[in-house]
């Protein structure tokens, strides 16, 4: 398997608060120039959920472009509920993006059989592949390792963003024991 370095980066943004495309160039490129493989766009540190849709419609059309030849592009989709998720899934899918990066809903605090049917219905409602994002800090929710197991079975779930306890990490694309 090979390994990938994919940072998660900031979003910038000018004076009115729409895409500093100058900004997200120079980001960008010192990724690329540092032996980042990949980014992570538009997640939690990405202002996300604070970005109005044009602008976060900006931010992943101009990363696109920019990103062209160099390393992948992630999207942070993650929202307050399926339907405002699955809203900004069907928005990024018009580009050519490597795949969505969805967290819990950080609104509602659902159980682990909860969440293993909500990821598994994005899974399926996405043409794009998508990972997992365990943000327990800002969700109030964890991801347990049994329900990323249960996960990581669907086809359209390629791997997650960890952001909790380094010591609940583990691969889960080897053997299982």
Same mark, same amino acid.
């Given at each position: 398997?090979?390994?990938?370095?994919?940072?998660?980066?900031?979003?910038?943004?000018?004076?009115?608060?729409?895409?500093?495309?100058?900004?997200?160039?120079?980001?960008?490129?010192?990724?690329?120039?540092?032996?980042?493989?990949?980014? /992570?766009?538009?997640?939690?540190?990405? %202002?996300? @959920?604070?970005?109005?849709? *044009?602008?976060?419609?900006? #931010?992943?059309?101009? +990363?696109?472009?920019?990103?062209?030849?160099?390393?992948?592009?992630?999207?942070?989709?993650?929202?307050?509920?399926?339907?405002?998720?699955?809203?900004?899934?069907?928005?990024?899918?018009?580009?050519?993006?490597?795949?969505?990066?969805? /967290?819990?809903?950080?609104?509602?605090? %659902?159980? @682990?059989?909860?969440?293993? *049917?909500?990821?598994?219905? #994005?899974?399926?409602? +996405?043409?794009?592949?998508?990972?997992?994002?365990?943000?327990?800090?800002?969700?109030?929710?964890?991801?347990?390792?049994?329900?990323?197991?249960?996960?990581?079975?669907?086809?359209?779930?390629?791997?997650?963003?960890?952001?909790?306890?380094?010591?609940?990490?583990?691969?889960?694309?080897?053997?299982?024991?």
């Amino acid at each position: 398997m090979v390994s990938s370095l994919i940072s998660a980066i900031c979003t910038p943004l000018t004076e009115d608060d729409s895409l500093h495309i100058d900004g997200l160039a120079a980001h960008l490129e010192d990724q690329w120039r540092n032996g980042i493989h990949g980014v /992570l766009i538009g997640g939690t540190m990405g %202002l996300m @959920q604070l970005l109005d849709d *044009a602008t976060y419609g900006d #931010l992943v059309r101009h +990363s696109v472009e920019l990103a062209r030849g160099r390393g992948e592009i992630l999207v942070g989709v993650g929202d307050t509920s399926f339907t405002r998720t699955l809203g900004r899934i069907r928005c990024v899918e018009q580009f050519d993006v490597d795949g969505v990066v969805a /967290l819990a809903p950080f609104f509602f605090q %659902l159980e @682990q059989a909860e969440l293993i *049917a909500y990821f598994k219905e #994005l899974a399926d409602q +996405s043409k794009k592949p998508l990972y997992l994002y365990d943000l327990p800090q800002r969700t109030r929710t964890n991801l347990q390792l049994k329900t990323v197991l249960e996960l990581s079975k669907h086809p359209n779930i390629r791997g997650i963003k960890c952001s909790g306890e380094w010591s609940a990490t583990r691969r889960t694309d080897g053997p299982r024991g």
